[in-house]
């Protein structure tokens, strides 16, 4: 909004010419939503154990977890509420790709906020059955995927890190294909949102990761001098995420070991396909699962625990997801939590390389 309030009136004050620039409303979306997150984390986690809004723990996970149970969860609003603000300020909102992005982060938030609203206040421990909650993603995701395929400023190919020549022509199969990337990223972030401030630790190093890959694909020098592909409207993308990696930031000043309070599946959902559909518009689906690491690892844990369960009656870890294999095998909590941020963090360094690396 501030872009098109104030950039018009440069010319009497030439100040207002910063607003031109994607760096600049990158680092106010940035501050902005840091700020709204921790100025109104406190009153909100209040309102939150007024309310009674707090997490039922099962008894069948780790013992440490009992402890837990009635920390005020749902948590998760307040960062999509620190990310919409910040993004309506500062972003141009005239861009599409923002636009898909913004609803898409929002309306998986909604499906996470019915499935909390039911599991927490109307004490309903199944809260959206399974099935309910994939057709609603599902639904979403093909809207989003549909609304990328009808805007996209590139051919619809799957491309490849490193190999820039290499690419997957997908053709109207690029509807399904990013359909699948975000209800699987939503979910991978659901399944390790399981630890104190894991969930949202990761995806701050994968949002400000992409805020880069963004930020260059959407610049035609840059993106022609890293051979990357060039989408013109991408750059915007970069204030959508700081707002993102800002929010989570002031979240974790609240979800941090010991939690004050859980994002709940409202910001799970929400924060697995804000990061899918910036990885989709800018054709870099490889790299979210590289720089996501740690949501493929928690994932795929728990695939090969249920698969092993099923086929042999065994299990491959001691609990899945793998954090609570750590758990069970004695790593106290943090240091669980902080050994998978190690690995978040070298993922994204890793991620970044390949940009010079093709
Ligand atoms: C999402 N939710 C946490 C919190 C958070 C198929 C199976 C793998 C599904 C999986 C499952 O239920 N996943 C749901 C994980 C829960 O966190 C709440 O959920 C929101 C995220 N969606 O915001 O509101 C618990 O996680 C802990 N937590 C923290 N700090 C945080 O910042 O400590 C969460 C956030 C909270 C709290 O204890 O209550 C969760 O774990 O349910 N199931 C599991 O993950 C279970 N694993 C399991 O059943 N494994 C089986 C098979 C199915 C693979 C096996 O290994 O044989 C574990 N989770 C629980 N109990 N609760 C273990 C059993």
Avoid at 138 to 163: D, G, N, S, T
Avoid at 326 to 337: A, R, S
């Amino acid at each position: 909004m501030l872009y098109h309030l104030l950039y018009p009136l440069h010319g009497e004050y030439s100040f207002f010419n910063v607003f031109k620039y994607i760096t600049f409303r990158t680092f106010g979306a940035g501050i902005t939503a840091i700020l709204v997150c921790l100025l109104m984390g406190t009153v909100f986690i209040k309102w939150l154990q007024k309310k009674q809004i707090g997490q039922s723990v099962r008894d069948d996970g780790p013992q440490s977890h009992l402890s837990k149970k009635g920390t005020p969860t749902m948590g998760g609003t307040l960062i999509i509420f620190g990310t919409v603000i910040s993004t309506l300020l500062w972003a141009d909102l005239e861009n599409i790709p923002v636009w898909i992005a913004l609803l898409t982060t929002v309306a998986l938030g909604a499906v996470g906020f019915v499935d909390d609203y039911k599991k927490v206040i109307e004490k309903n421990s199944k809260g959206l059955s399974a099935r309910k909650k994939l057709l609603f993603q599902w639904l979403i995701a093909f809207a989003a995927a549909y609304a990328m395929y009808i805007y996209r400023e590139a051919p619809p190919v799957l491309k490849f890190p490193f190999f820039k020549e290499w690419y997957l022509d997908l053709g109207w199969a690029y509807v399904p294909f990013a359909a699948l990337i975000i209800v699987g990223a939503t979910n991978a972030v659901n399944l390790t949102d399981g630890l104190d401030g894991l969930a949202v630790g990761s995806t701050i190093t994968t949002a400000t990761t992409f805020l880069i890959l963004t930020y260059c694909a959407g610049h035609v020098k840059i993106a022609e001098y890293l051979q990357i592909p060039h989408i013109p409207s991408a750059g915007e993308l970069s204030v959508f995420l700081a707002a993102i990696a800002a929010s989570c930031l002031g979240f974790l000043w609240f979800n941090a070991y010991p939690a004050q309070v859980f994002m709940g599946d409202v910001g799970a959902l929400a924060l697995g396909g804000a990061l899918a559909v910036s990885a989709i518009i800018t054709k870099n689906e490889i790299l979210l699962a590289i720089c996501g690491g740690i949501f493929v690892i928690e994932t795929l844990s728990v695939v090969a625990q249920v698969v092993s369960f099923k086929m042999t009656g065994k299990r491959v870890f001691k609990m899945a997801p793998i954090h609570h294999h750590f758990e069970l095998k004695g790593w106290p909590e943090p240091k669980v939590i902080v050994r998978f941020w190690i690995i978040s963090i070298l993922l994204a360094l890793f991620t970044l390389s390949t940009l010079k690396l093709r």
